[in-house]
Nanobody, 132 residues
Framework: QVQLVESGGGSVQAGGSLRLSCAVS????????MGWFRQAPGKEREGVAS?????????HYAESVKGRFTVSQDNAENTVHLQMDSLKPEDTAMYYC????????????????????????WGQGTQVSVSS
């Protein structure tokens, strides 16, 4: 059974940094794609960043976080991090890690068209709160 466990959420002041981590267990081999999504109260879930682990760690970011957030692969297989710098109050949300085992996800990650619907495995979420 594939499970995703997120960690690293918390509360910071605007301009601060947080680092989220997500580890996948129960999957044999290298999982092709992982992503980070967020959902604020009363808003729809939106994509934050995605990474194509099966091909040179190609990444894609939402425009709202470009230049501030960085998604990367850990040395441990099937573990990724989301480094969040220059945090803003509008970054406050529940952050979810997602993973997809169908390699076709990579094309969409590279094209920047991957959506939440493309990911079949999800974590429980970790709260990020940024105060002004």
């Amino acid at each position: 059974q594939v499970q995703l466990v997120e960690s690293g959420g918390g509360s910071v002041q605007a301009g601060g940094s947080l680092r989220l981590s997500c580890a996948v267990s129960g999957y044999t081999g290298k999982i092709p794609c992982m992503g980070w999504f967020r959902q604020a109260p009363g808003k729809e879930r939106e994509g934050v960043a995605s990474i194509y682990l099966a091909y040179m760690d190609e990444t894609h970011y939402a425009e709202s976080v470009k230049g501030r957030f960085t998604v990367s692969q850990d040395n441990a297989e099937n573990t990724v991090h989301l480094q969040m710098d220059s945090l803003k109050p509008e970054d406050t949300a529940m952050y979810y890690c997602a993973a997809e085992s169908d390699g076709a996800c990579g094309v969409k990650v590279v094209a920047g068209t991957v959506s939440a619907a493309e990911f079949r495995y999800w974590g429980q979420g970790t709260q990020v709160s940024v105060s002004s």
